[in-house]
T-cell receptor, first 117, second 111 residues
Framework: GAVVSQHPSRVICKSGTSVKIECRSL??????MFWYRQFPKQSLMLMAT?????????EQGVEKDKFLINHASLTLSTLTVTSAHPEDSSFYIC?????????????FGQGTRLTVV | GIQVEQSPPDLILQEGANSTLRCNFS?????LQWFHQNPWGQLINLFY???GTKQNGRLSATTVATERYSLLYISSSQTTDSGVYFC?????????????FGKGTHLIIQP
């Protein structure tokens, strides 16, 4: 299957600082990527859709000024958590969809565990 | 939006047992995927199955789109099968929307 790589896998930052997370599709091009958040023992919730060359679209309740998304190329999307606070601590995971043979299948990165102290 | 319900929420089995995990969804879908989330959080793709039946080794899945449910079967369970199994659906064509996830089934296989 297609490969999506996410970096870093784990980050600890101080409250008030910003953290950037990268998501790359390694063997295919992705005009659209997705960012999810998962709190402990809960399911994944879609945060935003990252569109190459245009603005991201955010789900209801997700602050676009806190979670900045940039999709500058067909293989890279970045999520920046700005002015992070302890309540932003979570597992963030990206996905990209591979199109082919009549199907659109989502593949996920390894995830980033963010801890804000 | 579309609702996805998974059952059971928790399942504890002995090694060697068989299990069936269920996913119900509230509207028509054009994408349905089953994932296994390992202890490190990685989502492993198991099946892309918006309809029909597929098998991969000890795992198989069936989706009956007209009745809005999917089943994941695990046979001869091994301890390495432990983890959380998620069903996720996509509602629109072309992958334009993200997936909606169920709450998962937490499977524990005991030796």
């Amino acid at each position: 299957g297609a490969v999506v790589s996410q970096h870093p896998s784990r980050v600890i930052c101080k409250s008030g600082t910003s953290v950037k997370i990268e998501c790359r599709s390694l063997d295919f091009q992705a005009t659209t990527m997705f960012w999810y958040r998962q709190f402990p023992k809960q399911s994944l919730m879609l945060m935003a859709t990252s569109n190459e060359g245009s603005k991201a679209t955010y789900e209801q309740g997700v602050e676009k000024d806190k979670f900045l998304i940039n999709h500058a190329s067909l293989t890279l999307s970045t999520l920046t958590v700005t002015s992070a606070h302890p309540e932003d601590s979570s597992f963030y995971i990206c996905s990209a969809s591979s199109h082919g043979r009549g199907k659109t299948e989502a593949f996920f990165g390894q995830g980033t565990r963010l801890t804000v102290v | 939006g579309i609702q996805v319900e998974q059952s059971p929420p928790d399942l504890i089995l002995q090694e060697g047992a068989n299990s069936t995990l269920r996913c119900n969804f509230s509207d028509s879908v054009n994408n349905l995927q089953w994932f296994h989330q390992n202890p490190w959080g990685q989502l492993i793709n198991l099946f892309y199955i918006p309809s029909g039946t597929k098998q991969n080794g000890r795992l198989s899945a069936t989706t009956v789109a007209t009745e809005r449910y999917s089943l994941l079967y695990i046979s001869s369970s091994q301890t390495t099968d432990s983890g959380v199994y998620f069903c996720a659906v996509g509602h629109s064509g072309g992958g334009a929307d993200g997936l909606t996830f169920g709450k998962g089934t937490h499977l524990i296989i005991q030796p």
